[in-house]
């Protein structure tokens, strides 16, 4: 269970639910948000038993509206933390090669907007808005959202949502490619733990080193994403899971095989 102030740490099997847990404050990410944030995922990414990471919210209103900006007046945000975590928690970390999930459950705005980004899937209820609001307070992003809302979106799209501050809706948010899944209002975590629970099913080191590969080889030449690549495959093609499915694979001891009549 849980031993934060700011979130919930739910182990569920094999997937890891975190929520932010400050529903009175729309989810916004303040220091000691921060701080457990940084401490949840450190906990994540250690665990050998955590296969499929979860990020949601609180309540049905927001999935985070951002930093604390009433923290932010006060000279509480730890602006000149540490440069390897993030302002809102550990958002500049790219070295969790495990499958991550936001089940955004409302408002992603702003710092809010960046998490939903640094996860490698989104689901998101059917009334979930986002938006780089914080362009109206003259405050940057500074959690990877002029980074990593590029490389989802593509320059054009994203720029367009980073220098307006345009708000925009669940539907659009998939169109544009923002999110993988809208469902109906209250229903994402559950389809996030849907999700989670079959990734989590499959064997495990083939999917964590092509998803090191694909997101190690973003923004580089072809070139040193297939090296990249290759020194991935040559890790998990030696590993036990590998001499079982390819056992499985030849005597035909498949799940989505029916059985023989």
Request: some cysteine; aromatic content about 6%; hydrophobic content about 40%.
């Amino acid at each position: 269970m849980s031993k934060y102030q700011h979130l919930i740490y739910e182990n569920r099997g094999p997937v890891t639910v975190i929520t932010i847990n400050r529903p009175e404050r729309m989810n916004a990410i303040g220091p000691q948000t921060h701080r457990e944030l940084v401490d949840a995922w450190r906990r994540f990414r250690s665990d050998d038993d955590a296969f499929v990471g979860i990020l949601t919210g609180a309540g049905e209103d927001a999935f985070s509206a951002g930093g604390d900006l009433k923290a932010a007046l006060a000279g509480e945000l730890e602006i000149g933390g540490s440069p390897d975590d993030g302002v809102l928690g550990p958002s500049r970390w790219t070295d969790i090669y495990k499958p991550t999930i936001a089940a955004v459950n409302g408002v992603a705005y702003a710092g809010g907007l960046e998490w939903a980004c640094w996860t490698d899937l989104a689901i998101a209820d059917e009334h979930a808005t986002f938006g780089v609001t914080c362009r109206r307070w003259n405050i940057g992003l500074a959690d990877g959202g002029t980074q990593r809302l590029t490389r989802i979106l593509g320059y054009r799209r994203a720029i367009e949502l980073i220098i307006t501050g345009r708000v925009i809706d669940a539907a659009e948010a998939q169109r544009i490619g923002l999110v993988n899944e809208v469902v109906p209002r209250g229903t994402c975590l559950q389809r996030a733990l849907e999700l989670a629970d079959s990734i989590a099913a499959l064997p495990q080191p083939a999917l964590r080193t092509d998803l090191e590969a694909a997101r190690s080889g973003q923004g580089r030449p072809l070139e040193d994403g297939l090296r990249i690549e290759a020194q991935c495959f040559g890790r998990s093609i030696y590993a036990s899971e590998t001499a079982e499915g390819l056992r499985r694979f030849n005597e035909r001891d498949h799940p989505d095989l029916a059985p023989a009549r």
